[in-house]
């Protein structure tokens, strides 16, 4: 903590703001992050996926799970982590990136989840085998073909640099797949490649929820991102610069601008622990700047 330059170094300054600005955020002790949105993630099925003999060498479990988060971060959406098996009714929105091993109890799970009144958004190449690595019987996806409302006759792996172009302008890469819907909806189909005319981003209602499906590496996620977040009832800021990070923590909001630049936050009125400024209506975040506001 003390350079060696000493307590005259502007190392030693920060380190004593930062001890002081800590102080501050007493108050915030035992206040709780409540997301709206869980991601996937399942070690079992990272493993399993990376495994070798797959249909495509650009096959990547942390590949998929770090494009769908930075796409809802990007979106100001907070995110839990959770496994496929455990109770996830404390969510409105729940996305598997990768979910290539899904063994029977786990896939019961996300069913139950939907008809209960969830969103579900699965990405491609999952549900495909159960916990002991054996593809599940029937059509593909095997253990989500019932929730999704679909099935999937054959994958097209694309070629390195290989893109394909869906209906609503967006292009893809890595994969695609042949779906054929029994019960879901097509949001967008593929306009080239070996799949052109089928779906390629789907719909499904079951029950009382939605699953969506995404058979392909869409290179911008943040529109059926966005879509599945707005049907879900996710709430989130709108409006704000990619580099702001707002994230709520019972009555503390929590604003860091990733940027260089200040930015102003609509629709907030409260006061900054870490300098005692009070705020109302809009709160300024100077470029690489923290403000935790207690907004009650």
């Not at 899904?102 to 069913?111: M, V």
Request: glycine content about 10%.
């Amino acid at each position: 903590m003390v350079p060696h330059a000493g307590t005259g170094s502007q190392l030693w300054r920060d380190v004593v703001c930062l001890g002081a600005e800590l102080q501050a955020l007493e108050g915030v002790r035992g206040s709780r992050v409540h997301a709206e949105v869980a991601v996937v993630w399942d070690w079992e099925s990272y493993w399993a996926l990376e495994l070798e003999w797959r249909p495509s060498v650009d096959l990547r479990f942390r590949e998929r799970v770090d494009a769908y988060y930075q796409a809802l971060w990007r979106e100001h959406a907070t995110v839990d982590f959770v496994h496929p098996a455990e109770n996830l009714s404390a969510y409105r929105l729940v996305v598997v990136p990768s979910g290539y091993l899904l063994g029977e109890a786990a896939a019961k799970n996300l069913r139950c989840f939907v008809e209960s009144g969830g969103h579900l958004l699965v990405s491609y190449f999952s549900g495909i085998v159960d916990e002991h690595d054996t593809v599940h019987p029937g059509a593909y996806p095997g253990a989500l073909r019932d929730v999704l409302g679909l099935s999937v006759e054959e994958f097209h792996p694309l070629r390195e640099h290989e893109t394909v172009a869906l209906s609503d302008g967006s292009s893809s890469r890595v994969w695609s797949e042949r779906v054929r819907p029994a019960g879901a909806v097509s949001v967008a189909d593929f306009a080239s490649g070996p799949d052109a005319g089928h779906p390629a981003i789907t719909r499904h209602e079951l029950g009382n929820g939605t699953a969506w499906y995404v058979a392909t590496s869409v290179d911008e996620l943040r529109p059926v991102l966005a879509r599945a977040l707005d049907a879900a009832g996710v709430d989130r800021p709108r409006g704000l610069p990619e580099t702001v990070e707002a994230v709520r923590r019972g009555a503390f909001l929590f604003l860091i601008n990733h940027g260089d630049e200040p930015v102003t936050v609509p629709d907030v009125a409260g006061t900054d622990l870490l300098d005692g400024t009070g705020w109302a209506g809009e709160v300024t975040v100077p470029g690489g700047g923290v403000r935790v506001i207690a907004t009650a």
